[in-house]
């Protein structure tokens, strides 16, 4: 992609074209499933988080771009996407962010660190080491966003399944699911609560059945020292029609620990 001036406004349309680049229903194949362009512009925007990629010639590619700047915690913007990555950084900045660089690079797995945000936000960047199949360095995924939510639906949940067994603390399965014969979790959907944040859409299909996209956030039972989530996130198309649901599955448990090593404090309801 050296063709392109890495500033030329126009980089993604002239990268595609010279590249031949698929685009819309065209389908690609992954190495766990074929999805089409498309779809995977809707699983993309349906992360439960802002994410930017740059490859292994600290090149900006990509961002899920799925708010309006002045919105975003990262910020970024269209014509920044070609850059390298210390064009897209402001100089104060630079020096930490090209020391982040260094420490994926030489094999460190991923760095995460809390940036300063808005009064009530405990905002996180997530630096992830990007391999080939050799295992060879090829860039970095950043993942963006505000982790205060999930402390809050964490600190509620627990609230949650204190009182569903009589004050025992150690509860291995959440009020909202029950466990059929076999163990495994089942959805049990009554009595959850829809969330209207940020992150919700509105749905104009006939086929949806609901005003609003799915995005739901559920604790399944786990092993010891884990506390399994389960994030149901509703896509839509370029139209704002439903189109798909993304499950993102992962333990909060240390992003919990990491909070508290972070601010020194204990975890209350207040």
């Known amino acids: ?97 090209a020391w982040v660089v260094h420490q994926l690079r030489n094999g460190r797995p991923f760095f995460r660190v809390r940036i300063p945000g808005e009064p009530g936000q405990f905002k996180v960047h997530h630096y992830i080491r990007m391999e080939h199949a050799d295992g060879s360095y090829a860039g970095i995924h950043e993942a963006i966003f505000d982790l205060q939510p999930w402390i809050d639906w964490y600190l509620d949940e627990v609230a949650k399944q204190h009182d569903a067994t009589s004050g025992a603390s150690d509860a291995t399965t959440s009020a909202s699911y029950s466990t059929d014969a076999t163990g495994g979790a089942s959805e049990v959907w009554e009595g959850q609560e829809e969330t209207n944040d940020q992150s919700a859409h509105t749905c104009t299909c006939d086929s949806c059945g609901s005003g609003d996209l799915v995005d739901r956030k559920v604790h399944v039972p ?49």
């Open 1 to 97: 992609m050296t063709d392109v001036a890495k500033d030329d406004p126009n980089w993604v349309e002239k990268v595609a074209e010279l590249t031949n680049a698929a685009s819309g229903d065209d389908y690609v194949e992954l190495d766990r499933g074929v999805l089409t362009v498309n779809q995977i512009n809707w699983l993309l925007e349906a992360l439960p988080y802002e994410a930017t990629y740059a490859d292994e010639n600290n090149q900006f590619i990509y961002y899920n771009y799925t708010k309006e700047q002045k919105e975003m915690l990262g910020g970024r913007q269209p014509w920044q996407v070609g850059m390298s990555l210390a064009e897209v950084h402001p100089q104060r900045a630079f020096a930490g962010a």
């Open 222 to 270: 786990g092993n010891e020292g884990e506390y399994l989530v389960q994030h149901f996130v509703g896509t839509k198309d370029a139209n704002g029609n439903y189109k798909a649901l993304q499950e993102n599955k992962f333990d909060l448990q240390p992003w919990i620990d990491w909070y508290l090593e972070e601010t020194g404090q204990r975890l209350t309801k207040k």
